[in-house]
């Protein structure tokens, strides 16, 4: 039986890598670097390539950052895909939320490895302020982390005690 709940999880991991990997190679076969569309007043597709990490966190360190960002999403990913293993029937949301991180991280791990950058293209803006493009895996990946503190807070996902 946990072997099945397992699947189920890593599923819902490689159902976020499968969109992720489709948009990112979406994005690329069809728009020029830097090209923009419009979507919205406040959101377009915007192609950029990030070197780096969140919010291009290194993004011109030379190089290195490539494998060190690559090392630790490989770590990262293995020891969510053993949580995971580890965790009770009842810890549904917990599962959601690192099986979301866990596709997220391996979507970008693919195109690091793949490309030596990530391929972003949300772009949400007000003005001339934008947040930092990103893509479908640092949705799943945001998601996840705010699904995970909702619950460790206790917001969602315990059901209520009676009083």
């Not at 391929?119 to 479908?136: G, R």
């Not at 982390?145 to 209520?160: A, C, R, T, W």
Request: neutral net charge; hydrophobic residues 55%; glycine residues 8%.
């Amino acid at each position: 039986m946990r072997n099945l709940s397992m699947l189920k999880w890593l599923g819902l991991s490689l159902l976020a890598v499968i969109l992720d990997q489709v948009s990112k190679l979406a994005v690329d076969g069809t728009m020029q670097l830097y090209e923009s569309i419009q979507i919205m007043p406040f959101f377009r597709l915007t192609y950029v390539r990030n070197t780096g990490a969140a919010f291009s966190f290194l993004s011109d360190a030379g190089g290195w950052q490539r494998w060190f960002f690559a090392g630790l999403a490989i770590v990262i990913s293995l020891v969510i895909a053993v949580w995971l293993t580890r965790l009770k029937q009842h810890e549904t949301l917990l599962a959601v939320a690192l099986s979301l991180v866990l596709g997220g991280a391996v979507g970008n791990l693919i195109d690091r490895l793949s490309y030596g950058y990530v391929i972003d293209f949300l772009d949400v803006y007000y003005n001339t302020w934008h947040w930092p493009a990103f893509n479908i895996a640092d949705s799943a990946i945001t998601l996840g982390v705010i699904l995970m503190l909702l619950e460790s807070f206790g917001l969602v996902g315990k059901p209520s005690q009676p009083e």
